[in-house]
């Protein structure tokens, strides 16, 4: 039995109008949809509905049977909505936003948007952090949700996907390999890298790093590495000064770009994703609110979005 919302709703214009014309035009459709809408009901519920004739529509005893139950099925809706709406502007307070330096980009600006938007009484503030800090300052509790690069190696964390995208190299503009039109692994083993310092907030100290050298790497090379960075302008400076080469989201090349650099599509390497990360204790409404606002900000602009939760 497949009865859809639209169903009910004309279901009931035409009771209530006695009239498939009149009907169609309350609900702001053709006659001719209106009763295959109708016709499609009948046949869901397996019985005639309404007795068509000359002299209009009445109901049959069927239909008289179930209009009380369209009506409040469309009631219980109405009022689900309207709790759904008020329970939205109940959520207020404070929330404090860690954001990881691996993670600017529209799509974070997207989440921070769209939740402001969503739940004007709760007051929102931004925190940032460096690349040693990937909790972005969930495990000491100066924040209270985070938007994070995974990997978040850390216990009692949750991780919710928002985006993916691939991810790209980055090189100074007078490496040798600069003007390739993409990179493998293979194509840059023994090859210095600059990478995010130790983790200093908790998480495991190299887990976020190992992950943008890829380590372990299916050809067994160790990478080499040249120079560490605690921020996006330290770690630019380094690749453009010829310190090593580097990994990093294809987004980045909107904020990050730079003379000195260049960016090079990534062949055969895994894509990265952008999370909401949570303390998996806190299920306080405004933390609640920003994770599902969050997850769902990925989906509606399209971005491949995940639907799985992690603790880290």
């Known amino acids: 039995m497949n009865i859809e919302i639209r169903h009910l709703r004309y279901f009931v214009a035409v009771a209530e109008e006695a009239s498939f014309t009149a009907a169609a035009q309350r609900a702001h459709v053709s ?128 991780l919710e996907q928002v985006t993916e995208e691939p991810r790209v190299f980055v090189l100074a503009s007078g490496h040798p390999l600069a003007g390739s039109s993409s990179l493998r692994l293979a194509d840059v083993a023994g090859l210095p890298w600059v990478v995010a310092a130790p983790a200093v907030d908790g998480c495991a100290p190299t887990a976020f790093r190992d992950d943008w050298l890829m380590v372990p790497r299916p050809g067994g090379d160790v990478p080499v590495i040249g120079a560490e960075a605690r921020t996006i302008e330290e770690w630019r400076e380094l690749v453009a000064a010829g310190r090593g080469i580097s990994l990093c989201p294809a987004s980045s090349e909107a904020f990050s770009a730079r003379p000195g650099i260049v960016f090079v599509p990534a062949s055969g390497v895994p894509a990265t994703s952008l999370c909401v990360a949570w303390r998996a204790d806190d299920l306080r409404p405004e933390v609640l609110a920003f994770v599902k606002v969050a997850a769902g900000a990925g989906a509606g602009s399209g971005a491949s979005a995940g639907t799985g939760r992690t603790g880290a």
């Open 31 to 158: 006659q001719q949809v209106m009763s295959t809408q109708i016709r499609q009901l009948e046949d869901a519920v397996g019985a005639e509905l309404l007795s068509r004739s000359s002299r209009g529509v009445a109901l049959t005893v069927s239909g008289a049977a179930f209009l009380g139950f369209a009506r409040e099925i469309l009631a219980s809706l109405e009022r689900g909505v309207l709790a759904a709406q008020n329970a939205a502007q109940a959520v207020a307070g404070r929330l404090t936003v860690g954001l990881s330096a691996a993670t600017g980009g529209s799509a974070r600006s997207r989440v921070l948007e769209l939740y402001s938007h969503a739940y004007p009484s709760v007051d929102v503030r931004l925190t940032a952090y460096d690349l040693a800090q990937p909790a972005a300052g969930l495990l000491d509790f100066s924040t209270d949700v985070a938007l994070v690069r995974p990997p978040v190696a850390a216990a009692g964390i949750c």
